[in-house]
């Protein structure tokens, strides 16, 4: 049997050779066979992709005017090689793109926006040999052709994205800004009372304006990503503060700081609908990109604040000694509310931003000033001269003094008879704050990002005196100043026999008129010349970083208000008027120079002494706690410089 062993296994390896050699013909076979639909794959995926990136280059779009998304596709299919046949199909679609939670991009079908196009193509090849081989081995017919799909995103180029910014927010609160904020509140019908650390971990806090506008969303009820619409759409104050809260409490926000804004929330307006397009100026197309920054909330509680003040009408009133002064009151109205920021495209859109504009009357009482020491002598020898003076201007029949021959006579005569005026002294004090400006005027992103920003300085209007209709002022603006009556020249009936003492009748009073101040004029200008500064961030100091970053900031240089109101203070005309009725005063007498001198020497100071303290509380506290800061208008600039092709999304 070992002889025939051998015999038997004569031509195994020959077959074994044929067998391997069909195997090798096979596998080969299915090697050229998947390169031949790989690569016909990769051909047609090269083909959706330039289509894509052609329709998304050319900002095509599925509805509207403009190239339309699927004619460029086609046509650029078909210069590249696709052919149109009935069983190939090419579609394309328009929609947005939004980042999910795990960092992917998600397409959304939307033909009313172009933020992203995508293209899908199938193309019929030659059946391949292993569906070929499957199809007989399922005992289904052989089909001639394999369907092959292809599909590609490209996103439209982004335009460059600009921010500005007037930075007019309290990087530090003291105690009486922290009084006003509640005052101010308070005026909305609210009874929230922050103490100082509660205000300041507020100022100390930012917020991403992307997920306070998706959270405002939600409560709103406006669907997600449609930031021109939640612009528009109405929402209470209170609602405004409670995404804000939402926001910081997955942010992890600190414990205090979310309770504080709880109670700002709860003591907000919750009736009167807003629109958070007046506070915050968002451009038609702004990406995502665009507002993922990070604001102030401050600023942010500030400008809710202001709007739904202004909204409701309301007229703050807070007492003087909130301000470090005695017997008397301020009333505050906001005309306009600040921006917390303007973003959009510097190449089409209108970037500006203000901040806040308001009007505010500071009333108050003047302490007696007949206890003045020296200035009741000074206003007794005041009597000769301006009897002489009065009489040839008013042609008033004014005596001197008591000492004439008919009045020691016992006959009753005119005397004039100038006192200052007893008791306290009703005074007004009115200022209208215009709201300063920044826009951008000029970018560029190569070969240096910059920005230009002219920047105009509010005008400062500030009336001293009496105002006769108050609600005027605060309806309209009106400034009408009557003088501040400080010294009656009035008459008596008087006579004296020899040398006893002088018996007087009924006094009237101002016949000759009077000694009063009054002040009228602009600050930092006017509203027709005020300055504008060319504010421009470039390289290297101020070169304007990416939105998503802290922004740059530069100054203007404009004047000190503060010196512009001790100016005016110190410059107060103390001036003699001519009489009308009761305690009114008319127009201004011309009185020889140095007559008034003596009561000029002791009431400018007086006055001044008295209108000095309203200068720090009103401008650096008040107005600054309202978001204006005209001392020294700072603006913020951020310049994003994206890509200027198409881009695929993978």
Same mark, same amino acid.
């Given at each position: 049997?070992?002889?025939?062993?051998?015999?038997?296994?004569?031509?195994?390896? !020959?077959?074994?050779?044929?067998?391997?050699?069909?195997?090798?013909?096979?596998?080969?076979?299915?090697?050229?066979?998947?390169?031949?639909?790989?690569?016909?794959?990769?051909?047609?995926?090269?083909?959706?992709?330039?289509?894509?990136?052609?329709?998304?280059?050319?900002?095509?779009?599925?509805?509207?005017?403009?190239?339309?998304?699927?004619?460029?596709?086609?046509?650029?299919?078909?210069?590249?090689?696709?052919?149109?046949?009935?069983?190939?199909?090419?579609?394309?679609?328009? /929609?947005?793109?939004?980042?999910?939670?795990?960092?992917?991009?998600?397409?959304?079908?939307?033909?009313?926006?172009?933020?992203?196009?995508?293209?899908?193509?199938?193309?019929? @090849?030659?059946?391949?040999?292993?569906?070929?081989?499957?199809?007989?081995?399922?005992?289904?017919?052989?089909?001639?052709?394999?369907?092959?799909?292809?599909?590609?995103?490209?996103?439209?180029?982004?335009?460059?994205?600009?921010?500005?910014?007037?930075?007019?927010?309290?990087?530090?609160?003291?105690?009486?800004?922290?009084?006003?904020?509640?005052?101010?509140? !308070?005026?909305?019908?609210?009874? @929230?009372?922050?103490? $100082?650390?509660?205000?300041?971990?507020?100022?100390?806090?930012?917020?991403?304006?992307?997920?306070?506008?998706?959270?405002?969303?939600?409560?709103?009820?406006?669907?997600?990503?449609?930031?021109?619409?939640?612009?528009?759409?109405?929402?209470?104050?209170?609602?405004? @503060?409670?995404?804000?809260?939402?926001?910081?409490?997955?942010?992890?926000?600190?414990?205090?700081?979310?309770?504080?804004?709880?109670?700002?929330?709860?003591?907000?307006?919750?009736?009167?609908?807003?629109?958070? !397009?007046?506070?915050?100026?968002?451009?038609? !197309?702004?990406?995502?990109?665009?507002?993922?920054?990070?604001?102030?909330?401050?600023?942010?509680?500030?400008?809710?604040?202001?709007?739904?003040?202004?909204?409701?009408?309301?007229?703050?009133?807070?007492?003087?000694?909130? $301000?470090?002064?005695?017997?008397?009151?301020?009333?505050?109205?906001?005309?306009?509310?600040?921006?917390?920021?303007?973003?959009?495209?510097?190449?089409?859109?209108?970037?500006?931003?203000?901040?806040?504009?308001?009007?505010?009357?500071?009333?108050?009482?003047?302490?007696?000033?007949?206890?003045?020491?020296?200035?009741? &002598?000074?206003?007794?020898?005041?009597?000769?001269?301006?009897?002489?003076?009065?009489?040839?201007?008013?042609?008033?029949? $004014?005596?001197?003094?008591?000492?004439?021959?008919?009045?020691? $006579?016992?006959?009753?005569?005119?005397?004039?008879?100038?006192?200052?005026?007893?008791?306290?002294?009703?005074?007004?004090?009115?200022?209208?704050?215009?709201?300063?400006?920044?826009?951008?005027?000029?970018?560029?992103?190569?070969?240096?990002?910059?920005?230009?920003?002219?920047?105009?300085?509010?005008?400062?209007?500030?009336?001293?005196?009496?105002?006769?209709?108050?609600?005027?002022?605060?309806?309209?603006?009106?400034?009408?100043?009557?003088?501040?009556?400080?010294?009656?020249?009035?008459?008596?009936?008087?006579?004296?026999?020899?040398?006893?003492?002088?018996?007087?009748?009924?006094?009237?009073?101002?016949?000759? /008129?009077?000694?009063?101040?009054?002040?009228?004029a602009p600050l930092l200008g006017s509203n027709s010349t005020d300055p504008v500064y060319t504010l421009r961030f470039a390289p290297a100091d101020h070169t304007p970083p990416d939105i998503n970053q802290s922004p740059a900031y530069m100054s203007t240089t404009a004047s000190n208000i503060v010196d512009s109101l001790n100016t005016t203070i110190a410059?107060?005309? @103390?001036?003699?008027?001519?009489?009308?009725?009761? &305690?009114?005063?008319?127009?201004?007498?011309?009185?020889?120079?140095?007559?008034?001198?003596?009561?000029?020497?002791?009431?400018?100071?007086?006055?001044?002494?008295?209108?000095?303290?309203?200068?720090?509380?009103?401008?650096?506290?008040?107005?600054?706690?309202?978001?204006?800061?005209?001392?020294?208008?700072?603006?913020?600039?951020?310049?994003?410089?994206?890509?200027?092709?198409?881009?695929?999304?993978?």
């Open positions: 049997m070992s002889c025939r062993f051998p015999a038997r296994q004569r031509g195994a390896i !020959g077959l074994m050779a044929a067998l391997t050699l069909a195997m090798g013909l096979v596998f080969m076979l299915m090697v050229i066979d998947s390169s031949r639909l790989y690569l016909e794959q990769r051909r047609l995926q090269r083909v959706v992709d330039m289509a894509a990136l052609e329709a998304a280059g050319q900002y095509a779009v599925c509805s509207g005017s403009g190239p339309q998304a699927d004619a460029v596709a086609r046509a650029s299919a078909l210069r590249n090689g696709y052919q149109a046949a009935a069983d190939n199909t090419l579609s394309t679609a328009c /929609g947005t793109l939004k980042t999910e939670t795990n960092s992917l991009r998600h397409f959304s079908v939307d033909a009313l926006h172009n933020d992203a196009i995508r293209v899908t193509a199938t193309q019929a @090849v030659a059946t391949s040999v292993a569906a070929g081989v499957m199809a007989l081995a399922s005992g289904n017919a052989l089909p001639t052709t394999t369907l092959l799909s292809a599909r590609a995103i490209a996103a439209t180029p982004k335009p460059p994205q600009a921010m500005l910014r007037i930075r007019s927010t309290l990087a530090t609160v003291n105690t009486q800004q922290s009084v006003l904020l509640n005052a101010i509140l !308070g005026a909305l019908g609210g009874n @929230v009372q922050l103490d $100082l650390l509660g205000w300041q971990g507020i100022a100390n806090t930012q917020i991403n304006l992307l997920s306070y506008l998706d959270q405002l969303a939600i409560i709103a009820n406006v669907s997600a990503g449609d930031y021109q619409q939640l612009l528009s759409v109405g929402a209470t104050a209170s609602q405004m @503060v409670q995404a804000a809260v939402k926001v910081l409490q997955k942010g992890g926000a600190t414990v205090e700081v979310v309770t504080n804004l709880g109670k700002i929330a709860a003591g907000s307006d919750n009736t009167r609908l807003l629109q958070l !397009g007046k506070i915050l100026d968002l451009q038609s !197309g702004t990406t995502q990109a665009g507002l993922d920054a990070s604001v102030q909330v401050l600023d942010l509680v500030q400008s809710v604040i202001l709007l739904s003040t202004k909204e409701s009408a309301a007229t703050v009133e807070m007492p003087i000694d909130v $301000l470090g002064l005695a017997k008397g009151k301020v009333r505050l109205k906001v005309i306009e509310p600040q921006q917390i920021s303007a973003i959009g495209n510097p190449k089409s859109d209108l970037i500006k931003v203000h901040t806040a504009q308001v009007r505010a009357l500071i009333s108050l009482d003047l302490p007696v000033l007949n206890t003045v020491i020296g200035l009741v &002598n000074a206003v007794l020898d005041l009597a000769a001269p301006l009897t002489n003076v009065l009489n040839n201007l008013l042609h008033l029949d $004014l005596l001197g003094t008591v000492q004439s021959l008919t009045c020691a $006579l016992g006959i009753p005569c005119k005397v004039s008879d100038i006192i200052l005026l007893p008791g306290t002294v009703h005074i007004d004090i009115g200022v209208q704050v215009a709201k300063a400006t920044s826009e951008i005027s000029d970018y560029s992103c190569a070969p240096e990002k910059t920005l230009t920003a002219p920047t105009q300085s509010s005008a400062v209007d500030l009336a001293i005196g009496q105002f006769k209709d108050p609600n005027d002022f605060f309806s309209k603006g009106t400034t009408a100043v009557t003088p501040l009556p400080l010294i009656d020249i009035g008459t008596n009936y008087c006579s004296r026999l020899l040398i006893l003492p002088p018996s007087c009748g009924t006094r009237t009073p101002f016949v000759g /008129g009077g000694i009063g101040v009054m002040v009228n410059g107060i005309k @103390v001036q003699a008027y001519k009489p009308v009725q009761g &305690n009114i005063l008319g127009g201004l007498l011309d009185v020889t120079a140095g007559i008034l001198d003596d009561v000029k020497a002791i009431l400018q100071p007086l006055i001044k002494g008295l209108l000095s303290p309203l200068v720090n509380p009103l401008v650096n506290t008040l107005l600054k706690t309202l978001g204006i800061d005209l001392v020294k208008v700072e603006v913020g600039a951020n310049l994003t410089c994206s890509s200027t092709r198409a881009q695929l999304v993978l």
